[in-house]
Nanobody, 122 residues
Framework: QVQLVESGGGLVQAGGSLRLSCSIS??????MAWFRQAPGKEREFVVY????????HYADSVKGRFTISRDNTKNAVYLQMNSLQPEDTAVYYC?????????????????WGQGTQVTVSS
């Protein structure tokens, strides 16, 4: 069973930056992604990265501000978030286990972390 643990969330002012980390219990050749869920809203796709880091796909809302990366030697995936805005406030979830299908579809991911809270104040 693959376990994911997110960290790095917190409170930041608008325009600030945060770096989220996702620690994976064991390396697998899976694509991974970050999703987020804002209060009162459904969980939404943020960004995807292939198992080797060679392919990424971003939601339009975060393009140019967020950057995903992974270090398979450390079993970790990162999300660098810059120019944060209040609308980025959400619980951010790391997901793994993707093999095929739409990157943005939750059911394509077999493993999920517990989430880390990101709050952006105006």
């Amino acid at each position: 069973q693959v376990q994911l643990v997110e960290s790095g969330g917190g409170l930041v002012q608008a325009g600030g930056s945060l770096r989220l980390s996702c620690s994976i219990s064991a390396f697998r050749r899976y694509g991974m992604a970050w999703f987020r869920q804002a209060p009162g809203k459904e969980r939404e796709f943020v960004v995807y990265i292939s198992w080797d880091g060679g392919s990424t796909h971003y939601a339009d809302s975060v393009k140019g501000r967020f950057t995903i990366s992974r270090d398979n030697t450390k079993n970790a995936v990162y999300l660098q978030m810059n120019s944060l805005q209040p609308e980025d406030t959400a619980v951010y979830y790391c997901a793994s286990g993707y093999t095929s299908g739409p990157y943005s579809r939750e059911r394509e991911y077999a493993h999920w972390g517990q989430g880390t809270q990101v709050t952006v104040s105006s």
